[in-house]
Protein backbone atom coordinates (compact mmCIF):
# COMPACT_ATOMS: atom_id res chain seq x y z
CA UNK A 1 0.00 0.00 0.00
CA UNK A 2 1.38 3.76 -1.04
CA UNK A 3 0.78 6.28 1.60
CA UNK A 4 1.82 9.89 0.74
CA UNK A 5 4.47 11.33 2.73
CA UNK A 6 5.54 14.96 3.18
CA UNK A 7 9.39 14.84 1.61
CA UNK A 8 10.77 17.62 3.21
CA UNK A 9 8.71 17.55 7.03
CA UNK A 10 7.31 13.61 6.84
CA UNK A 11 4.01 13.50 9.35
CA UNK A 12 4.79 12.25 12.85
CA UNK A 13 1.40 9.58 12.35
CA UNK A 14 2.96 8.24 9.04
CA UNK A 15 6.56 7.95 10.52
CA UNK A 16 5.22 6.29 14.05
CA UNK A 17 3.00 4.11 11.45
CA UNK A 18 5.53 3.12 9.51
CA UNK A 19 8.21 2.37 12.39
CA UNK A 20 5.92 -0.30 14.03
CA UNK A 21 5.64 -2.18 11.07
CA UNK A 22 9.69 -2.27 10.89
CA UNK A 23 9.34 -3.03 14.78
CA UNK A 24 7.02 -5.98 14.14
CA UNK A 25 9.35 -7.33 11.39
CA UNK A 26 7.78 -6.44 8.36
CA UNK A 27 9.11 -4.38 5.24
CA UNK A 28 8.83 -0.51 4.39
CA UNK A 29 9.80 0.49 1.45
CA UNK A 30 11.09 4.52 1.89
CA UNK A 31 12.61 6.81 -0.16
CA UNK A 32 16.30 7.74 0.06
CA UNK A 33 18.37 10.58 -1.52
CA UNK A 34 19.70 8.07 -4.08
CA UNK A 35 17.02 5.42 -4.81
CA UNK A 36 13.66 4.03 -2.54
CA UNK A 37 14.94 1.63 -0.07
CA UNK A 38 12.79 -2.04 1.09
CA UNK A 39 13.47 -1.48 5.01
CA UNK A 40 13.24 -3.94 7.72
CA UNK A 41 14.64 -4.28 11.27
CA UNK A 42 18.31 -5.00 10.51
CA UNK A 43 18.71 -6.96 13.78
CA UNK A 44 15.93 -9.58 13.43
CA UNK A 45 16.82 -11.91 11.23
CA UNK A 46 13.31 -13.26 10.16
CA UNK A 47 12.21 -9.92 9.22
CA UNK A 48 15.55 -9.60 7.06
CA UNK A 49 14.61 -13.01 5.34
CA UNK A 50 11.36 -10.92 4.72
CA UNK A 51 13.92 -9.02 2.36
CA UNK A 52 15.68 -11.45 0.15
CA UNK A 53 12.56 -13.22 -0.13
CA UNK A 54 10.66 -9.76 -1.51
CA UNK A 55 12.91 -9.50 -4.04
CA UNK A 56 13.86 -12.76 -5.08
CA UNK A 57 17.68 -11.95 -4.12
CA UNK A 58 20.11 -14.65 -3.77
CA UNK A 59 21.29 -15.24 -0.14
CA UNK A 60 24.87 -14.48 -0.85
CA UNK A 61 24.34 -10.47 -1.64
CA UNK A 62 24.34 -8.65 1.23
CA UNK A 63 22.57 -5.53 2.22
CA UNK A 64 23.50 -2.39 3.49
CA UNK A 65 22.36 -1.26 7.03
CA UNK A 66 20.93 2.43 7.35
CA UNK A 67 21.32 4.41 10.41
CA UNK A 68 20.06 8.10 11.36
CA UNK A 69 23.68 8.75 12.79
CA UNK A 70 27.22 8.32 12.36
CA UNK A 71 27.58 7.28 16.09
CA UNK A 72 24.33 4.36 15.43
CA UNK A 73 26.74 3.24 12.25
CA UNK A 74 29.71 2.96 14.26
CA UNK A 75 28.02 0.84 17.28
CA UNK A 76 27.40 -2.30 14.76
CA UNK A 77 31.05 -1.93 13.70
CA UNK A 78 33.83 -3.94 15.52
CA UNK A 79 36.26 -1.29 14.62
CA UNK A 80 35.95 1.96 13.09
CA UNK A 81 39.57 3.01 11.09
CA UNK A 82 40.61 6.62 11.25
CA UNK A 83 39.48 6.41 7.54
CA UNK A 84 36.27 5.41 8.15
CA UNK A 85 35.64 8.41 10.69
CA UNK A 86 36.89 10.98 7.88
CA UNK A 87 34.97 9.82 5.34
CA UNK A 88 31.89 9.82 8.04
CA UNK A 89 32.33 13.15 8.86
CA UNK A 90 32.69 14.30 5.24
CA UNK A 91 29.83 12.24 3.57
CA UNK A 92 27.57 11.53 6.23
CA UNK A 93 24.51 12.24 5.54
CA UNK A 94 24.65 11.40 2.62
CA UNK A 95 25.12 9.06 -0.46
CA UNK A 96 28.29 6.94 0.87
CA UNK A 97 28.18 3.15 2.20
CA UNK A 98 31.26 2.12 4.23
CA UNK A 99 31.66 -1.67 4.67
CA UNK A 100 33.75 -2.06 7.84
CA UNK A 101 34.30 -5.10 10.49
CA UNK A 102 30.82 -6.52 11.89
CA UNK A 103 30.42 -6.42 15.32
CA UNK A 104 29.19 -9.82 16.98
CA UNK A 105 25.67 -8.91 17.21
CA UNK A 106 24.99 -8.23 13.39
CA UNK A 107 22.92 -11.03 11.77
CA UNK A 108 24.85 -13.14 9.57
CA UNK A 109 21.18 -12.77 7.45
CA UNK A 110 22.31 -9.21 7.03
CA UNK A 111 25.85 -9.63 5.88
CA UNK A 112 25.31 -12.75 3.61
CA UNK A 113 27.52 -14.48 6.15
CA UNK A 114 30.22 -11.85 5.84
CA UNK A 115 32.71 -10.57 8.58
CA UNK A 116 31.75 -6.80 7.47
CA UNK A 117 29.13 -4.83 7.28
CA UNK A 118 28.24 -2.12 5.14
CA UNK A 119 26.74 0.82 6.43
CA UNK A 120 24.89 4.43 5.57
CA UNK A 121 23.77 7.32 7.30
CA UNK A 122 20.84 8.55 4.55
CA UNK A 123 20.00 12.34 3.91
CA UNK A 124 16.64 12.41 2.97
CA UNK A 125 14.56 13.64 5.48
CA UNK A 126 11.81 10.88 5.06
CA UNK A 127 14.63 7.88 5.65
CA UNK A 128 16.22 10.15 8.51
CA UNK A 129 13.24 10.76 10.01
CA UNK A 130 12.20 6.89 9.72
CA UNK A 131 15.57 5.95 11.25
CA UNK A 132 14.88 8.10 14.04
CA UNK A 133 11.50 7.46 14.99
CA UNK A 134 11.52 3.71 14.44
CA UNK A 135 15.29 4.05 16.63
CA UNK A 136 16.43 0.58 14.92
CA UNK A 137 18.83 -0.05 12.18
CA UNK A 138 17.67 -0.47 8.86
CA UNK A 139 18.70 -3.05 6.53
CA UNK A 140 17.80 -1.81 3.04
CA UNK A 141 18.46 -2.74 -0.23
CA UNK A 142 17.14 -1.04 -3.47
CA UNK A 143 13.16 -1.71 -3.54
CA UNK A 144 13.28 -4.01 -6.87
CA UNK A 145 13.38 -7.28 -7.58
CA UNK A 146 16.92 -8.89 -7.81
CA UNK A 147 18.72 -7.51 -11.44
CA UNK A 148 15.83 -5.19 -12.33
CA UNK A 149 15.65 -1.16 -12.43
CA UNK A 150 16.16 0.57 -9.29
CA UNK A 151 13.16 2.70 -8.09
CA UNK A 152 13.23 6.35 -8.12
CA UNK A 153 9.69 6.58 -7.10
CA UNK A 154 6.59 5.01 -5.45
CA UNK A 155 5.47 4.02 -8.53
CA UNK A 156 8.25 1.80 -9.45
CA UNK A 157 8.38 -0.15 -6.21
CA UNK A 158 4.78 -0.66 -6.37
CA UNK A 159 5.01 -2.11 -10.07
CA UNK A 160 7.87 -4.24 -8.96
CA UNK A 161 7.42 -5.85 -5.75
CA UNK A 162 3.46 -5.07 -5.21
CA UNK A 163 2.18 -6.36 -1.81
CA UNK A 164 5.05 -8.28 -1.57
CA UNK A 165 5.53 -4.80 0.93
CA UNK A 166 3.91 -3.78 3.66
CA UNK A 167 3.74 0.12 3.37
CA UNK A 168 5.61 2.12 0.51
CA UNK A 169 6.29 5.91 1.77
CA UNK A 170 5.54 8.04 -1.39
CA UNK A 171 7.81 10.97 -0.84
CA UNK A 172 8.18 11.57 -4.37
CA UNK A 173 11.36 11.22 -6.88
CA UNK A 174 14.73 10.84 -5.15
CA UNK A 175 16.97 13.27 -6.21
CA UNK A 176 20.28 11.89 -6.67
CA UNK A 177 18.85 8.31 -8.87
CA UNK A 178 21.75 6.10 -8.54
CA UNK A 179 22.70 3.90 -5.42
CA UNK A 180 25.22 5.13 -2.81
CA UNK A 181 29.24 4.97 -3.73
CA UNK A 182 30.30 1.86 -1.58
CA UNK A 183 33.76 1.91 -0.16
CA UNK A 184 35.45 -0.68 1.71
CA UNK A 185 37.73 0.16 5.01
CA UNK A 186 38.43 -3.94 5.79
CA UNK A 187 41.94 -3.49 4.76
CA UNK A 188 44.71 -0.87 4.78
CA UNK A 189 44.00 0.96 1.47
CA UNK A 190 40.09 2.28 1.25
CA UNK A 191 39.07 0.68 -1.65
CA UNK A 192 35.78 1.25 -4.09
CA UNK A 193 33.19 -1.48 -4.05
CA UNK A 194 30.57 0.35 -6.36
CA UNK A 195 31.07 3.75 -8.21
CA UNK A 196 28.19 6.72 -7.09
CA UNK A 197 27.75 10.04 -6.95
CA UNK A 198 30.38 10.66 -4.38
CA UNK A 199 33.42 10.00 -6.82
CA UNK A 200 36.39 8.70 -6.36
CA UNK A 201 38.49 12.12 -6.94
CA UNK A 202 36.04 13.37 -3.93
CA UNK A 203 37.20 10.12 -1.49
CA UNK A 204 40.80 10.75 -2.48
CA UNK A 205 40.50 14.55 -1.35
CA UNK A 206 39.49 13.17 2.14
CA UNK A 207 41.39 9.97 2.51
CA UNK A 208 44.37 10.10 0.09
CA UNK A 209 44.58 6.52 -1.60
CA UNK A 210 41.44 4.79 -2.63
CA UNK A 211 42.18 1.47 -4.39
CA UNK A 212 39.63 0.76 -7.42
CA UNK A 213 38.51 -2.65 -7.76
CA UNK A 214 40.11 -5.41 -9.36
CA UNK A 215 38.49 -8.11 -11.64
CA UNK A 216 37.98 -11.21 -9.32
CA UNK A 217 38.12 -14.82 -10.86
CA UNK A 218 35.74 -17.40 -9.08
CA UNK A 219 32.30 -16.45 -9.63
CA UNK A 220 29.96 -14.11 -8.33
CA UNK A 221 29.74 -15.33 -4.53
CA UNK A 222 33.54 -14.95 -4.29
CA UNK A 223 33.80 -11.01 -5.22
CA UNK A 224 34.99 -8.60 -2.85
CA UNK A 225 31.26 -7.01 -3.01
CA UNK A 226 29.30 -9.89 -3.86
CA UNK A 227 26.13 -7.89 -5.48
CA UNK A 228 28.25 -6.54 -7.99
CA UNK A 229 26.72 -8.94 -10.65
CA UNK A 230 27.42 -8.19 -14.07
CA UNK A 231 23.92 -8.10 -15.21
CA UNK A 232 21.94 -5.95 -13.26
CA UNK A 233 19.91 -2.53 -13.00
CA UNK A 234 18.62 -4.10 -16.20
CA UNK A 235 15.34 -3.23 -18.14
CA UNK A 236 13.32 -5.66 -19.94
CA UNK A 237 14.22 -4.68 -23.49
CA UNK A 238 17.34 -5.74 -24.73
CA UNK A 239 20.00 -2.19 -23.79
CA UNK A 240 22.85 -1.22 -26.55
CA UNK A 241 24.99 1.77 -26.58
CA UNK A 242 25.57 3.54 -29.50
CA UNK A 243 28.39 4.07 -31.00
CA UNK A 244 30.69 7.57 -30.89
CA UNK A 245 31.16 7.53 -34.46
CA UNK A 246 28.71 6.27 -37.16
CA UNK A 247 25.17 6.95 -34.81
CA UNK A 248 23.28 7.96 -37.17
CA UNK A 249 23.84 5.60 -39.01
CA UNK A 250 23.37 2.86 -36.21
CA UNK A 251 19.88 4.66 -35.36
CA UNK A 252 18.98 4.67 -39.20
CA UNK A 253 19.55 0.77 -39.38
CA UNK A 254 17.86 0.21 -35.68
CA UNK A 255 14.96 2.10 -37.08
CA UNK A 256 14.96 0.02 -40.31
CA UNK A 257 15.04 -3.14 -38.56
CA UNK A 258 11.56 -2.43 -36.98
CA UNK A 259 9.64 -3.20 -34.05
CA UNK A 260 9.45 0.19 -31.40
CA UNK A 261 12.94 1.22 -30.69
CA UNK A 262 13.52 3.39 -27.90
CA UNK A 263 16.54 5.22 -26.66
CA UNK A 264 17.92 7.28 -24.10
CA UNK A 265 20.27 10.19 -25.97
CA UNK A 266 22.37 13.31 -25.65
CA UNK A 267 21.72 14.73 -28.56
CA UNK A 268 18.55 14.83 -31.22
CA UNK A 269 17.78 12.54 -33.71
CA UNK A 270 15.29 13.20 -36.11
CA UNK A 271 13.68 10.09 -37.16
CA UNK A 272 10.04 9.22 -36.52
CA UNK A 273 9.94 5.75 -36.81
CA UNK A 274 12.01 5.49 -33.17
CA UNK A 275 10.71 6.14 -29.87
CA UNK A 276 9.91 6.69 -27.14
CA UNK A 277 13.02 8.96 -27.66
CA UNK A 278 14.18 10.59 -24.02
CA UNK A 279 16.73 13.11 -24.16
CA UNK A 280 18.85 12.77 -21.39
CA UNK A 281 20.66 15.54 -19.43
CA UNK A 282 23.75 16.31 -20.09
CA UNK A 283 25.50 16.92 -16.96
CA UNK A 284 25.93 14.04 -14.77
CA UNK A 285 23.92 14.74 -11.91
CA UNK A 286 20.58 15.90 -13.80
CA UNK A 287 21.67 12.27 -16.39
CA UNK A 288 21.67 10.22 -12.95
CA UNK A 289 18.33 11.77 -11.23
CA UNK A 290 16.50 10.69 -14.68
CA UNK A 291 18.12 6.99 -15.63
CA UNK A 292 16.48 4.83 -13.75
CA UNK A 293 12.94 6.52 -14.40
CA UNK A 294 13.70 6.75 -18.12
CA UNK A 295 14.31 3.20 -17.95
CA UNK A 296 11.36 2.12 -16.11
CA UNK A 297 9.72 4.37 -19.37
CA UNK A 298 11.23 2.16 -21.44
CA UNK A 299 9.80 -0.86 -19.62
CA UNK A 300 5.91 0.31 -19.14
CA UNK A 301 6.34 2.04 -23.28
CA UNK A 302 6.84 -2.43 -24.05
CA UNK A 303 9.59 -1.41 -26.42
CA UNK A 304 11.82 -4.26 -28.51
CA UNK A 305 15.12 -2.97 -28.14
CA UNK A 306 16.51 0.15 -26.28
CA UNK A 307 19.51 2.33 -27.84
CA UNK A 308 21.47 4.85 -25.54
CA UNK A 309 24.01 7.33 -26.32
CA UNK A 310 27.63 7.27 -24.72
CA UNK A 311 28.05 9.22 -21.67
CA UNK A 312 31.50 11.40 -21.71
CA UNK A 313 34.74 9.82 -20.06
CA UNK A 314 35.67 11.46 -16.37
CA UNK A 315 35.33 10.47 -12.87
CA UNK A 316 31.87 12.57 -12.50
CA UNK A 317 29.89 10.03 -15.16
CA UNK A 318 31.88 7.08 -13.34
CA UNK A 319 28.63 5.69 -11.60
CA UNK A 320 26.60 6.21 -14.69
CA UNK A 321 28.89 4.61 -16.91
CA UNK A 322 29.03 1.52 -14.50
CA UNK A 323 25.14 1.19 -14.54
CA UNK A 324 24.09 1.61 -17.93
CA UNK A 325 27.65 -1.55 -18.73
CA UNK A 326 25.22 -3.39 -16.18
CA UNK A 327 22.48 -2.69 -18.64
CA UNK A 328 23.80 -3.64 -21.48
CA UNK A 329 22.72 -6.90 -22.41
CA UNK A 330 25.36 -9.61 -23.93
O1 LIG B 1 21.96 3.90 -2.33
C1 LIG B 1 21.97 2.77 -1.84
O2 LIG B 1 23.01 2.24 -1.42
C2 LIG B 1 20.64 2.03 -1.74
C3 LIG B 1 19.75 2.77 -0.74
C4 LIG B 1 18.47 2.07 -0.47
O3 LIG B 1 20.47 3.04 0.44
N1 LIG B 1 20.83 0.66 -1.36
C5 LIG B 1 21.39 -0.24 -2.19
O4 LIG B 1 21.46 -1.52 -1.68
O5 LIG B 1 21.81 0.04 -3.30
P1 LIG B 1 21.75 -2.79 -2.56
O6 LIG B 1 21.47 -3.95 -1.70
O7 LIG B 1 20.99 -2.71 -3.84
O8 LIG B 1 23.31 -2.75 -2.81
C6 LIG B 1 24.19 -3.06 -1.73
C7 LIG B 1 25.59 -3.22 -2.24
C8 LIG B 1 25.75 -4.53 -2.96
O9 LIG B 1 26.58 -4.32 -4.10
C9 LIG B 1 26.45 -5.39 -1.92
O10 LIG B 1 27.21 -6.42 -2.47
C10 LIG B 1 27.31 -4.38 -1.18
O11 LIG B 1 26.50 -3.22 -1.13
N2 LIG B 1 27.61 -4.83 0.17
C11 LIG B 1 26.79 -4.93 1.23
N3 LIG B 1 27.42 -5.43 2.31
C12 LIG B 1 28.69 -5.66 1.93
C13 LIG B 1 29.84 -6.18 2.59
N4 LIG B 1 29.82 -6.58 3.86
N5 LIG B 1 30.98 -6.28 1.88
C14 LIG B 1 31.03 -5.87 0.59
N6 LIG B 1 29.99 -5.37 -0.09
C15 LIG B 1 28.82 -5.28 0.56
MG1 LIG C 1 20.13 -3.00 -5.76
Redesign the pocket.
Known sequence: MIVPVDSAAPEPEILARAAEVLRRGGLVAFP?E????LGAHAMDPAAVAGIYAAKGRPGY????V?TADAEGARALAAAWPQAAARLAEAFWPG?L?L?VPKRAGVPDAV?AG?P???L?V?AHPVAHALLRTAGLPVA???ANRSTEV?PTTARHVERGLGDRVDLILDGGPCPVGI??T?V?LVSAVPTL??PGSVSVDELRRVVGEVALPAAEPGGEAAR?????MDRHYAPRAPLRMLPRDGRAEALRRAAEAGGRVGALLLAPVDDARLGPVIRMPADPAGYAARLYAALHEMDEAGVDAILVDPVPDGGAWAGIRDRLRRAVTG
Open positions: TTVYGNPLIHPTVTLSVARPAPSSESVSLRPSPGM
